[in-house]
């Protein structure tokens, strides 16, 4: 999923890319990489097909790379877009799409790209792998936090020490859907952390707001213009 975004993010085209897997093993009998191969073809050709950006399609859904997630470790309807929804599915007949993604940008390739680090909260937690990471050469961090977006104090105050070295934190949840959102006062709430410098990362996953530090942080360190790149 990660590389379907990072392809969406990096392509300037509009014309239709499809990511395709399988769920099952290619020899078991009813394995799903022919199937999910075929419909791929099929939506490349399908007439309304461009402007979708980079998509994965499996199991005959259609999903924007932006959005789409895995939910479950085995089964074929594993992959889906939280509350955004599909983009479509490929039918016995034709393709149908009922929508597609506004929320689409593409940033330039950088040179090089950054590191960028990614922390999980969980109770009782100091904070010292942020701090870490700022100290051993991180470019950027993503914090996975609770909820709207929240951490312990100890965490919170690991946070404020890596901005104030001058490197960025996106906040991001755990929560499969939702946004991460700078809501909570107490120390370690969002609206604390957005305070201290943080950026948040809103519906993007842990894993993709990584994806788009990779690209925007090359452009900048600045809180609100990262902010920016996220609220797209």
Do not use: C
């Not at 859904?61 to 959005?67: D, L, S, V």
Request: no cysteine.
């Amino acid at each position: 999923m990660d590389a379907v975004y990072f392809l969406d993010l990096t392509l300037r085209s509009d014309k239709p890319v499809v990511t395709i897997g399988a769920q099952r093993n290619a020899s078991e009998w009813d394995t799903d990489g022919p199937r999910n191969l075929l419909n791929a073809v099929r939506q490349v050709l399908a007439e309304d097909a461009k402007g979708k950006g980079v998509t994965l399609t499996m199991n005959h859904r259609i999903n924007a790379g932006r959005e789409v997630r895995k939910t479950h470790t085995s089964n074929v309807e594993t992959f889906n877009s939280g509350d955004a929804g599909f983009l479509g599915y490929v039918d016995e007949d034709r393709v149908v799409f009922s929508r597609q993604s506004l929320r689409r940008q593409t940033l330039p390739l950088p040179d090089r790209l950054p590191r960028v680090d990614m922390v999980a909260m969980y109770p009782g937690t100091d904070g010292s792998q942020v701090r870490q990471a700022a100290d051993g050469g991180a470019e950027a961090i993503v914090v996975e936090a609770l909820g709207w977006g929240n951490v312990n104090e100890a965490m919170h105050d690991a946070i404020k020490y890596a901005i104030d070295k001058g490197v960025p934190v996106i906040i991001a949840t755990k929560v499969y859907n939702g946004r991460a959102l700078p809501i909570y006062g107490s120390k370690g709430g969002g609206n604390m952390l957005e305070k201290a410098g943080a950026v948040f990362a809103g519906d993007l996953t842990p894993d993709k707001a990584r994806v788009l530090a990779l690209l925007a942080v090359p452009i900048t360190k600045d809180q609100k213009a990262l902010q920016a790149y996220y609220d797209r």
